[in-house]
């Protein structure tokens, strides 16, 4: 028999907030029903977050986390044109770049003359530098919530990083502090983290 403080971790995946039935079949596919099943889905890469240039030192093909000021929204005359956000800071300019984008959606979390911290690929475009489809967009004051070594999880059709990396830090979150196994000495000796730790 299962021990009671086991129980958690062994529940549909159902359990966890923002896993519904639809979203529970793609992990189910992926992963398995249980929560226990999501801790072992291991991440298949990382993404470093870290480097946050100014707009003009930003370097064409990296990651970059930057706070800039949302300028103006230049919505596309037809639907086939992408969506264009101009940002800026004491540097210099850049444009946001989103297709197939709903503008009251972009207008709400972009609104124009306030400053949002970005952060995702910059490109080239003709002169100047974008960041087609940022990550992440966030208000300044919630700059912590964007992860500065981000995993990267396998995927299946239908389900996002962020939505699985929702329900993995779920998971994580019901995993109980078990009494560690292992010898205390030999864990040191070996320079491995407890079991939970590890997780």
């Not at 923002?18 to 793609?26: D, E, H, Q, T």
């Not at 226990?36 to 990382?46: C, E, I, K, N, V």
Request: proline share 9%; charged share 25%; with cysteine.
């Amino acid at each position: 028999m299962r021990p009671e403080i086991l129980f958690p971790i062994f529940s549909p995946v159902t359990k966890l907030t923002g896993v519904g039935p639809r979203i529970a079949k793609l992990i189910e596919k992926l992963a398995g029903e249980h929560v226990s099943d999501l801790l072992w889905h291991l991440p298949s890469g990382l993404i470093d977050r870290r480097y946050a240039p100014k707009i003009a030192e930003a370097r064409i093909g990296a990651i970059a986390t930057m706070t800039v000021t949302v300028d103006q929204h230049l919505p596309p005359k037809t639907r086939r044109l992408p969506y264009k956000i101009l940002c800026s800071d004491d540097t210099g300019s850049l444009t946001l770049v989103f297709f197939h984008a709903r503008a009251d959606y972009l207008l709400k979390i972009l609104p124009e003359g306030e400053e949002r911290v970005i952060s995702g690929a910059i490109e080239s475009y003709g002169e100047g530098i974008q960041m087609p489809h940022p990550d992440h967009v966030v208000e300044v004051k919630d700059r912590a919530s964007i992860e500065a070594v981000e995993p990267v999880y396998p995927l299946t059709q239908g389900l996002s990083l962020k939505v699985l990396s929702k329900a993995v830090k779920g998971a994580l979150a019901l995993v109980p502090e078990l009494t560690e196994w292992l010898d205390g000495p030999y864990l040191a000796k070996q320079k491995w983290p407890s079991w939970n730790a590890a997780l």
